[in-house]
């Protein structure tokens, strides 16, 4: 009797005992990966401060834009590649492609007129983002420059043009530090946008107290 309650006892603490280590194996897997994370994403803000740093800090001043939150737009956008791929949009393209052949309809400030003489690779090249802050084709037009103009790299050019957009369509959200708003409207054209990523502005907002250390 007293054999088999020994037993049961051994027995449940052999249960508790690996139980035990199964959590806390999960629980430093858990922070080692975090760990890992943290360490990848340190190093790719680190990339994004030396591709990037300087014209920031340039075109912020000139347009009276903060630097952090630049910079913040960066990492979310192309993660702070010094060459950022573009990304092409179907949507957008069948959207203007219907503008050109339909002669109706129009894409904020994109109408026929505009587009009348555009090329099937024009369209692309406007239904596509460039450069380090993923501006649209469509929004040189605007501006009266080309897709070349936008889809530059670290060379300060591309920076300095998105600087100009960001200050005519949303600066004023940014002086008054409303940055949660200015990264809504920079991915969905809204301050209230729903964003495609749901942590899009929580990861920005990450970022922005991250560069501001460091700006």
Request: aromatic share 12%.
């Amino acid at each position: 009797m007293k054999r088999s309650k020994r037993k049961r006892k051994q027995k449940t603490y052999v249960i508790i005992t690996l139980f035990v280590g199964a959590l806390f194996a999960v629980a430093s897997y858990a922070l080692w990966q975090d760990g890992r994370y943290a360490i990848g994403q340190h190093m790719r803000c680190q990339d994004a401060m030396r591709n990037y740093a300087d014209s920031v800090r340039v075109n912020a001043e000139r347009f009276n834009l903060p630097p952090e939150y630049l910079m913040s737009l960066i990492m979310l956008e192309c993660s702070g590649q010094k060459t950022p791929p573009a990304r092409f949009e179907p949507k957008i393209y069948e959207r203007l492609k219907s503008i050109y052949s339909t002669h109706r309809g129009s894409l904020e400030h994109v109408n026929y007129n505009v587009i009348s003489n555009a090329t099937d690779g024009t369209l692309r090249n406007l239904a596509s983002s460039w450069g380090p802050f993923q501006l649209m084709g469509y929004k040189c037009l605007p501006l009266g420059i080309l897709v070349n103009d936008l889809r530059g790299s670290a060379d300060g050019r591309s920076v300095y043009w998105a600087c100009k957009w960001i200050r005519s369509e949303y600066g004023k959200y940014l002086d008054e530090k409303q940055f949660e708003k200015a990264f809504r409207i920079h991915n969905t054209g809204r301050p209230d946008g729903q964003t495609h990523n749901p942590n899009y502005v929580g990861n920005g907002m990450k970022y922005v107290r991250y560069f501001s250390k460091r700006l």
